[in-house]
């Protein structure tokens, strides 16, 4: 994708891209269950799904207990690795023959690391799943892609720090908690900066509509819209004000007031609801928007409308952004990137091709698609994504929705 917008900085890509996805196990989880669905969330489809789980960072009392690691690497030691066509397979062999990073992780351990369960190679594209201990915060297995059936466990104090090691990375495509506390359960979701999140369930599998993909930070560029979600095609398109409406005066100026009144009304029926169309009983899967949780510069250009301006200030307002007006030369403003690190910057009228190229390069999103006055559309620039899977049934009982 990156590759595709070095050639056309301009070029509106919409791409979903990769993760490194992590699992957090608590002292509240049902361990049984979180060792069926980490194993199954690392190892279908041989590890080589996008969202697959690379990593499990366990809170220290559970990392610490021999009883659960006996139980994991028993789990993973009985999983069939085989041809495809065998019945009795329950892995698969990787689509070529191992290299890179994933080369890497099968043959290499770092400081502190040690197998639980050590990989072997099989075949030219077939490897028994390997578990790694001992990964530390900001090592190369914490970070690095590797799409296949290796996976890392990290442990962590407590749930602050593992919310903190999940977040470290540079993507943010999905996310696994494993707990039975509601009050874990709701500090996790509200923290935790990834576009698809699962609790006490596998990480992988989404359906359309059920639960809408799509990531955040590098897992994703362009518009963000999730995939089989209610704002996918809207994004294929430019969305302009066809003619002036209830917010726009006889004399082509803002009305504020209706323009405030028009994007408040979408928030509160629209951005401000969770919504869970599927209504299972069993599990809820629901659709949120979240704001942006760092600024937006909102870059004045040559041919900017000064309506524009304000309402995007006013939809900024709204959705509780912080907005930055940016009207300085190229270069004031390139160097301000690097302090500011922005959510996205908003391009009003037309700007160079070396912002769009600085922007891509820092991984920082270019909106320059046009300010609309209604509000269903406005406030999509101003938010983020984000589908919470959770299953709430166990033993079969069905817990009652919050």
Sequence with gaps: ARLFRSWKPQLALHAETSGK???????????????????????????QKCSAAS???????????ERFLE??????????????????????????????????????????ESWLVEPNQIGDCLWTPGVKLGVQPNSWFHFAECFGPVLGLMRADDLEQAITLQNAT?????AGLQSLDPVEIARWTDRVEAGNLYVNRPITGAIVRRQPFGGWKRSVMGPAAKAG????????????????????????EVDENAQFKEYATAWAEHFAVEHDPSGLAAESNVFRYVP????????????????????????????????????????????RLLTIRPSKVRVLGTTSDAIYARCDELGIPVDD??????????????????????????????????
């Excluded at 994504?385 to 299953?391: G, I, K, N, R």
């Design 21 to 47: 996805n992590a699992i957090v196990v608590t002292a509240a989880a049902d361990l049984d269950g979180a060792v069926r669905d980490i194993v199954k969330s690392a190892f279908g489809h041989a590890g």
């Design 55 to 65: 990593l499990a960072i366990v809170e220290a009392s559970v990392y610490d207990d």
């Design 71 to 112: 139980r994991l690497a028993d789990a993973v030691r009985s999983v069939r690795v085989g041809d495809s066509t065998d019945l009795d397979t329950t892995m698969g062999p990787l689509i070529a023959p191992a290299s890179g990073n994933l080369l890497r992780a099968f043959t290499t351990l770092d400081d502190g």
């Design 170 to 174: 540079l993507f943010g495509l999905t």
């Design 229 to 252: 979600g209610p704002n996918y095609v809207l994004t294929m398109g430019r969305w302009t004000d066809s003619f002036p409406n209830c917010a726009t005066s006889s004399t082509s």
């Design 292 to 335: 942006l949780y760092r600024p937006v510069i909102v870059l004045v250009g040559e041919g900017a409308n000064r309506d524009d301006v304000e309402r995007c200030r006013l939809a900024a307002k709204v959705a509780g952004v912080t907005m930055i007006v940016s009207r300085d030369d190229e270069a004031d403003l390139l160097e």
């Design 369 to 402: 698609t046009p300010v609309t006055s209604v509000g269903r559309l406005e406030l999509l620039h101003w938010t983020r994504e984000q589908a919470v899977s959770e299953t709430r049934h166990r033993y079969g009982n069905v817990r009652v929705r919050r």
